[in-house]
């Protein structure tokens, strides 16, 4: 994760150089330091959540000796560089783009992701201006339409990573087969000579977090497969998962940033600033009716907060939202505590038969420690100026 970002930042790093020196016209030239330094922005919004302090570089180095003299920068100014980022993406992007262009950073996506960097930061009064910014979106009617390849970049996609399949062009996803069963064979992909990965079994706990008739439920995972006529009772992730042409090659986009995470967004920041305000509770509801659930009243400020937390949970589930929101919500102390009753629950009744193998010593064991991930070894190796994270020395 580390190198591939870096190595995300340094291309990202190189445009900018050579775009500020390019003879392109100041219309075309502003959109794409736009959609660049959002890019810039997104890749340091993972790093400094992943691993706290990190090395903040925003230039290409000139020799490679200047390598061996980078060093991690405090999250403060980390954040401030993200900030700074989005600020100047917000006045270089355009609303829209021409259908031909379509799926390109836009004002709202950047608008969007510094709601969310500020709500990081529990800077609520900022978060609040800049999501009520975010406009010409609206809920699908149909939940599960957000993830259908046919039906892409619709009226709630604020930003979602493009893939395409069905061709030799190398731009698909392979989502569906990355959380199809293991040993699902074809069940699942249709595409019985694969091997899927098995991954982000939805637990028990999960599949326990939906109310009686969301209609999220069925668009978000399964609870077993078929194969060979037999009923096989492991769950799996559906959302990313579409009849498709070419073994290995879905059409599925990856969902960054969706109104109704916005929606959420601009609900938790009111209440953490004022309490649970009707407005409040009109963004909350907006995204409870579309699953198909009642609206909800009467909630004091600590009992919305969790209500907002819940719906995230399962409006956003397998999109990549939970650890970061967990995160931010907890201290790392907290976040151990919750960890470790999280998985004492699971050793107590798997979610998935053991098939009599037990559970060994270490297993859902978490550390405060690993609130943040640790800085690779081989890099401080490399460059000896650079710190390890605590509890990884």
Known sequence: MWNLYYSALYNTNYTLEKLATSTLDASVKGPIEGQLKFLRAYFYFHLVQYFGDVILVTTTLQSPNQAFDLVRSSQADVWTQIEKDLKDAVT??????????????????????????????????????????????????????????????????????????????????????????????????????????????????????????????????????????????????????????????????????????????????????SGPTAEAFGYLNQVRTRAGLKELSGLDKAAFKTAVLKERRVELAFENHRWFDLKRTMTPAELAAFMNAYGAKEKAKPTVDRGGIAFNAQDYVYSDYEYFFPIPAPQILINNKLTQNPGYQ
Not at 102 to 121: E, F, M, P, S
Not at 149 to 155: D, E, L, R, S, T
Not at 195 to 214: F, K, S
Not at 224 to 242: A, C, D, E, M, Q
Request: net charge neutral.
């Open 92 to 273: 270089l992007l355009p609303t829209t783009y021409p259908a031909a262009q379509i799926g390109r950073v836009t004002k709202g996506a950047a608008l969007g992701l510094l709601g969310k960097v500020y709500l990081n930061q529990k800077k609520y009064t900022d978060a609040v201006t800049t999501l009520k910014q975010v406009t010409g979106y609206s809920l699908n009617p149909v939940y599960a339409d957000n993830f259908n390849p046919a039906k892409k970049n619709g009226p709630e996609s604020i930003f979602e990573v493009q893939y395409q399949g069905g061709n030799d062009l190398g731009e698909w996803s392979t989502f569906a087969y990355t959380f199809a069963p293991r040993l699902s064979a074809g069940a699942v992909t249709g595409f019985a000579n694969t091997t899927p990965g098995g991954r982000n079994v939805p637990t028990n706990d999960m599949i326990a977090a939906y109310e009686p008739g969301d209609l999220r439920k069925d668009a978000s995972l399964k609870t077993s497969y078929t194969l060979n006529g037999t009923v096989v009772p492991i769950p799996y992730v559906i959302k990313f998962t579409h009849t498709h042409t070419i073994t290995g090659r879905t059409d599925d986009n990856w969902p960054v940033l969706r109104y109704a995470d916005v929606l959420l967004m601009m609900a938790e920041a009111i209440n953490e600033q």
